[in-house]
């Protein structure tokens, strides 16, 4: 099975992006080559005309050629939208975060035909040397359609934690249809959450997400940060540790420190083999975003160690 995280997405992403640059590149190249030699040839012409000058038999030669000339013309001016789109839907790619099989698709199929019009115009009309080698446009069709097709294997077979799950705001009800069938019901054994402000709504929220997939859990523990004003969290935190034991599954909150507290920004969510930055739990079906896979290791090792400088709730909460 092909693993396709978001990491390797990123630098993924930074090569197709200056590949499809190299694209635009040679596709301005031939096209201001061509229009040169066009213009050329025909104010030779217009002034021969003109002037009454004969033309020695290579110049002639290039004349006759010159309506062919101007089809690979016509043929530049297709490559030049389609260098433009491939660019876009690169930049898209990397700047957005956004990708899925159609716009990957794009991608192969712009190549394709940017590598077919590269041999229509190779193998039929002469250019001037550029950058050394002719190869360079044909490396660059062939990586950007190798990368492309990588990528949709990639997404087709892609492990549970490559999920990624657009959140509708205008949907917030279906949403948490969508985040519990297509998010929690793949997670099972040890959940681990960090959520820098859950609150009471979180605890409704999370309830709601995970009402159907118990039976995949074993734990629950959740890192999160309360101040002194935070009132009212013990009684859904009674209620909702109630309801989960009850259902055999162990379940711990703990307090992080201020340090860890300020240092940590994401919100994020785990079980045994899988992580996913989420939006915070309280508004997780309200928030325009995209929850992503993330790197497992490292997301572990960042909660073991604000969990380990953390205080169990039962102990903070003497202290209010």
Do not use: C
């Amino acid at each position: 099975m092909l693993e396709f995280t978001t990491k390797y997405n990123n630098y993924i992403g930074i090569i197709v992006v200056v590949l499809s640059f190299i694209m635009i590149l040679y596709t301005f190249y031939y096209l201001v080559d061509l229009s040169y030699s066009i213009g050329l040839y025909k104010g030779i012409s217009e002034i021969s005309i003109l002037y009454n000058v004969s033309l020695n038999s290579a110049i002639k030669a290039s004349l006759v050629s010159l309506p062919s000339v101007e089809i690979a013309l016509d043929i530049i001016y297709v490559m030049v939208p389609i260098s433009l789109m491939v660019f876009s839907m690169s930049i898209l790619w990397m700047f957005s975060k956004m990708y899925s099989k159609w716009s990957i698709s794009i991608l192969a199929v712009g190549s394709i035909v940017y590598l077919m019009l590269i041999y229509l115009l190779q193998s039929n009309f002469h250019f001037n040397k550029f950058l050394y080698s002719f190869l360079v446009p044909y490396i660059t069709g062939f990586l950007l359609l190798i990368l492309s097709i990588y990528s949709i294997l990639s997404l087709m077979y892609s492990s549970e934690s490559d999920i990624s799950i657009e959140i509708n705001p205008l949907t917030p009800y279906s949403n948490m249809i969508n985040l519990s069938n297509k998010l929690m019901k793949h997670l099972s054994g040890d959940i681990r959450i960090i959520d820098t402000h859950f609150d009471n709504t979180s605890f409704d929220n999370l309830s709601r997400l995970i009402v159907n997939n118990m039976k995949n859990y074993k734990s629950i523990y959740i890192l999160t940060y309360l101040d002194n004003n935070s009132r009212g969290f013990g009684r859904g935190y009674v209620d909702f540790k109630n309801e989960v034991e009850n259902r055999n599954i162990n379940f711990q909150l703990r307090i992080m420190d201020k340090n860890d507290f300020s240092e940590q920004h994401e919100r994020i969510m785990m079980d045994s083999e899988k992580a996913f930055k989420i939006p915070p739990i309280n508004i997780i079906n309200k928030k325009s975003e995209h929850i992503v896979g993330i790197e497992y290791e490292e997301a572990l090792e960042r909660f073991n160690k604000i969990w380990n400088n953390a205080k169990k709730y039962e102990n903070f909460n003497k202290n209010l």
